[in-house]
Each structure stands twice: as structure tokens, then as C-alpha cells.
């Protein structure tokens, strides 16, 4: 399911539709859930597996890729905001602070979403451990 959504995520970017924001959670999902697999198959394997060592060599190279896709997409970000920067040296006074109170507007309305936001990924969170622990199977991410 990760990886699904990590691909959906990446051609909507490409295609210019989507969120870089989306790529990251979709790489932070996968990094999250090959750790909780090798976690879960340390548990089970037997001290001198050979296939918990190449498991683990494989999360390695997860982790590092999932860190390089981070990374880019953040990097990508930040050349978007730059680009995105406002030109205030022809603004009047009344301009300047007109733009100013509707910046003040707009940061107060992107904490009130983001407060909800973070309460419905709480409730979310907590569903899913529940569902989890109904079925008897750790978690995925």
C-alpha cells in the first residue's frame, strides 16, 4: 500500500499536479514500515540468519533511498518558495499594510487547519493501532 501511494504520489509531481508534500510522507510511510518489518523479523529470526542480514542491509538501502527522495523533494520545495517570493519595494504604505493584515489572516486560518488536521490524523492514528490490536498484527504504516 505504501509503495502504491509513493508511486501515485510521484506522477502526480511529474505530471505537475501533485504535492511535493505528499512524495515525503509517501517516503517517510515506506522508511517507517521496512524498519517495523525488520523490527518484527528480528523477533522471529534466529541470531545468525542470513536472511535477517541481508533484510537488514536491504532497510538499509531503503532507508538511504527514502532519505535521498526526502531530501530532493524538500530541496524542491525550498526552489519553489524562493521563486514564489514577493516584490515589496513598489508597494505604498497602505499597500504594504493591507498585504501585511491578509498575511496575518492567512497564518491564522493555516494554524486553525493545520490544529485540525493534526487532531483528525490523532483519531486516524489511534483507529488504526485499535484495528490493529482487534486482528492481533502490528501496525503498518
Given at each position: 500500500?505504501?509503495a ?32 517495523q518489518l ?29 532519505a535521498?527522495?526526502v ?27 493591507r ?16 490544529e485540525?488536521?493534526?487532531l483528525?490524523?490523532s ?19
Amino acid at each position: 500500500m505504501g509503495a502504491n501511494f509513493l508511486l501515485t504520489a510521484a506522477d502526480e509531481v511529474v505530471s505537475g499536479g501533485g504535492k511535493l508534500e505528499r512524495l515525503v510522507v509517501a517516503s517517510q510511510g515506506i522508511a517507517a514500515s521496512t524498519a517495523q518489518l525488520v523490527v518484527a523479523s528480528r523477533v522471529k529470526a534466529s541470531r545468525n540468519s542470513t536472511n535477517m542480514s541481508q533484510l537488514s542491509s536491504a532497510s538499509k538501502d531503503v532507508t538511504q533511498a527514502t532519505a535521498g527522495v526526502v531530501a530532493t523533494a524538500k530541496s524542491c520545495m525550498q526552489l519553489v518558495e524562493d521563486s514564489e517570493e514577493l516584490d515589496v519595494s513598489g508597494l505604498s504604505l497602505h499597500q504594504a499594510k493591507r498585504l501585511e493584515m491578509e498575511a496575518q489572516v492567512r497564518v491564522l486560518e493555516l494554524e486553525s487547519d493545520l490544529e485540525k488536521e493534526r487532531l483528525r490524523l490523532s483519531a486516524l492514528r489511534r483507529h488504526h493501532y485499535q484495528l490493529a490490536g482487534e486482528t492481533d498484527e502490528s501496525p503498518t504504516l
